[in-house]
């Protein structure tokens, strides 16, 4: 007797119709008809079930602030750092709690199971720390929550940054943060991104900078990055995010320094919801789109994840936890329109992300942990197409969220009473 089975469920990753069979918090069968019985079994009818969502760049300690104290009228990265600047000294660990674990219970129904946060430790009383580890701590059974020591007001430009980071970390923050570009000189920047690699590589801990969020083509501090990662042996433990200046580099020179980040083996993160509001925005026209080079990336081999980085903030007021608004967006903005490239699109937000993160490969097979999602949805580039909802929502082998299918009701005459926006067109793989 099994716990649950799925059945007729469509693998991201494997043909045809098969039923999935889980017990306990392990995925126990996949095979075309399991003929065993469960105490639960959900007839998924062809739709898909995927791994979970990951969001491997995020700001949960600004999260659902939208508005306070004031709302960003530039639109600007650097008015939505001088915005939270207001904000920061009004923060208290409960508020910061509070939004933290509302967005948490978003992300939940938003199939999003893994989560790295930045976290600002510009702020002596490390409130957002305090309340972030936690919320971390809350979570656990559900979300795996990741934290990064973010000096958000530069490592090298706010006095107190670094003392305040190796806390951070004494306090059980995972990852090293930073932002080379926001440091007063070039030179700082890259000071920064030596003494942080070394921090992590003392401490045997991640890196990810928000590294050359930037429209300047003379921001080059991934450069730095790599050879650091290299010179330290870090390898995938390095994530570079952003990294929008890449966009405006001469050809020339990103077809040296793309070569580099693939050899020192580290990741990148574009957050296209927010780079394609943000960037461009002291140009006239042409005006650039800003995402970072991410076909170039991947034809090198660069393990690439998209991140959301934003939802209700200082810098971006839309967002709403869900990482295929994230993936259509990257699919826009790159652009990356071929059936392969959306395609891959999905697997950015499910199973990249969470390698950026250090986390176990979370693709649904037999033995592995009974982590998924039942999309309304027939096949990955669908799920983007339709920003899916997620039917169900499964954590160590339990439904945690449900969500009713969207069916649409008509009162036309001659016309169908009903409409599944899934079942509108026919399939990739009907086709
Ligand atoms: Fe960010």
Redesign the pocket.
């Known amino acids: 007797m099994l716990d649950l089975i799925l059945r007729q469920a469509r693998l991201p990753d494997r043909q045809g119709p098969l039923d999935i069979g889980i017990e306990a918090d392990r995925v126990a069968a996949i095979a075309p008809q399991i003929s065993a019985e469960a105490r639960t079994e959900m007839d998924v009818a062809g739709r898909l079930v995927s791994p979970p969502f990951t969001d491997p760049?995020f700001?949960m300690d600004a999260t659902l602030s939208l508005g306070t104290p004031r709302l960003n009228v530039s639109g600007t990265l650097l008015e939505g750092i001088a915005l939270w600047g207001e904000l920061k000294p009004l923060l208290t660990p409960e508020a910061v709690m509070e939004r933290a674990l509302r967005y948490c219970d978003l992300a939940v129904s938003q199939g999003l199971l893994s989560i790295r946060s930045?976290v600002d430790v510009c702020d002596d009383n490390l409130t957002a720390v305090e309340a972030l580890v936690e919320v971390r701590k809350i979570v656990a059974p559900y979300i795996d929550l990741q934290l990064v020591a973010f000096p958000q007001d530069g490592l090298y430009r706010s006095a107190t940054a670094e003392a305040n980071l190796l806390r951070a970390l004494d306090m059980g923050v995972d990852v090293v943060g930073g932002i080379p570009h926001f440091e007063r000189t070039m030179e700082d920047g890259a000071r920064s991104v030596v003494r942080l690699c070394e921090i992590a590589a003392e401490r045997g801990l991640m890196v990810d900078l928000?590294c050359d969020?930037s429209d300047d083509p003379m921001s080059r501090h991934v450069e730095t990055l790599a050879a650091e990662t290299t010179r330290l042996g870090l390898g995938g433990r390095v994530t570079a995010?952003?990294v929008t200046a890449m966009h405006s580099y001469d050809n020339y020179y990103a077809s040296k320094l793309i070569p580099l980040i693939a050899e020192s083996g580290m990741n990148i993160i574009p957050?296209p919801l927010?780079n394609i509001t943000l960037q461009g925005r002291s140009d006239t026209y042409p005006r650039r789109r800003g995402l970072t080079r991410v076909p170039e990336l991947r034809a090198a081999g660069v393990n690439v994840s998209f991140?959301q980085?934003?939802t209700m903030d200082p810098w971006y007021s839309l967002g709403s936890g869900d990482m295929l608004d994230v993936a259509h967006m990257g699919i826009h903005a790159v652009p990356m329109t071929s059936r392969e490239a959306m395609d891959w699109a999905f697997t950015s937000v499910t199973v990249n992300g969470a390698r950026t993160m250090g986390l176990p490969d979370p693709t649904i097979r037999e033995g592995g942990p009974a982590n998924m999602v039942v999309l309304q949805a027939h096949d990955p580039i669908e799920a983007v197409r339709l920003r899916a909802t997620r039917l169900a929502v499964i954590k160590h082998g339990k439904i945690i969220s449900r969500t009713e299918p969207r069916i649409v009701r008509l009162t036309l005459p001659d016309r169908p009473e009903t409409l599944d926006p899934a079942d509108y067109a026919p399939t990739a793989q009907d086709q």
């Open positions: 760049h700001h930045h928000h969020e995010s952003h957050n927010i991140g980085d934003c």
